[in-house]
């Protein structure tokens, strides 16, 4: 086994690099981080903590930097493809922040573009490396529930404030590609398929022209349904259920929980609860991809995956 660690840049002083990407890429152990690239001091001089070798007031100096090896890109959502391809062509690895591209022909040019210069690509999916999910995978895989009947998700939480850059139409705003993006990728998961049919109700707001909540509707094969609720206006709450022919299988959990959650199964024997140890999964994250581009192994979120988001994405975002 290798000790050597891949050299990671942060394109960005987003407070998700701040708050959890870096200080789970530190926790990684074939990771280093070498730079951190941010256009205001202000934000910069937050990212001193964590001692990076160098600090950058441009993006295209980070990229210039024969240390760094891998990107972090949490830059917004309408910046993703730009920068993405940038740091590929400069023969950067990347993982790039969810949703991997505005829309499907987007992640199409961001696949094409790691393919053209031989670097693993990767969406920041973390959860789908998470304990919950994973034990939720592996109950209903052992028939916990019977047939899959239906599944509903339902995310959402009241502290967006007017100034949020999430409330942006101009740069990619709107619940459904900040929290919809999830709701699809846990549907599409555990289905294991595509939907074949889908209507969307969103709310948009009257000042900020962006989906603030919505609501969606999909079919399946089989007679199969999935539903989920989204929104940046309604009391926080964040609650997967599966329904099956044999048993309901409920995680009443937020995607980024950690330490200890209980499952709740609900069959013919009745209601019990199955405790998971959350472990924190921006870590594993950072070391899967660390691993890709190490020892060549393939990315845990595949491109194929992504791309089937982004289809899904541009559906729901045309209000199907």
Not at 198 to 205: A, C, D, H, N, R
Request: glycine share 8%; with cysteine; charged share 25%.
């Amino acid at each position: 086994m290798s000790d050597r660690k891949v050299g990671w840049g942060v394109l960005s002083c987003a407070n998700i690099a701040k708050d959890r990407a870096i200080p789970a890429l530190l926790q990684a152990d074939n990771a280093q981080l070498i730079a951190v690239a941010g256009k205001q001091e202000s934000r910069r001089e937050a990212f001193r903590q964590f001692n990076p070798k160098r600090m950058y007031d441009n993006y295209e100096a980070l990229l210039a930097d024969p240390e760094v090896e891998a990107i972090y890109l949490p830059l917004p959502n309408f910046l993703h493809k730009e920068w993405a391809i940038k740091a590929m062509d400069a023969g950067k690895h990347v993982l790039c922040e969810k949703p991997l591209g505005m829309n499907a022909a987007e992640v199409q040019e961001m696949i094409d573009a790691a393919k053209r210069n031989n670097v693993v690509l990767a969406e920041a999916f973390s959860y789908l490396q998470g304990d919950a999910v994973l034990k939720a995978k592996e109950l209903v895989e052992a028939g916990a529930v019977g047939n899959i009947r239906h599944i509903d998700v339902r995310y959402s939480f009241d502290g967006v404030t007017p100034d949020d850059i999430r409330l942006s139409k101009y740069t990619g705003g709107g619940v459904i590609y900040d929290l919809g993006c999830y709701c699809l990728s846990f549907i599409r998961e555990i289905m294991g398929e595509e939907p074949t049919d889908m209507v969307v109700v969103p709310g948009v707001g009257t000042t900020t022209l962006v989906d603030e909540h919505a609501m969606c509707c999909m079919k399946f094969s089989g007679g199969k349904t999935a539903s989920f609720y989204a929104a940046f206006d309604s009391f926080t709450d964040s609650v997967r259920t599966i329904v099956g022919d044999k048993g309901v299988l409920v995680i009443p959990a937020r995607y980024h929980e950690f330490g200890e959650i209980q499952l709740i199964l609900t069959d013919k024997d009745g209601r019990r609860t199955i405790p998971v140890t959350c472990h924190n999964h921006y870590i594993t994250e950072f070391w899967e991809f660390g691993e890709c581009v190490l020892t060549g192994k393939k990315p845990v979120v595949s491109l194929d995956y992504s791309l089937g988001n982004a289809r899904a994405l541009d559906r729901a975002l045309g209000y199907a």
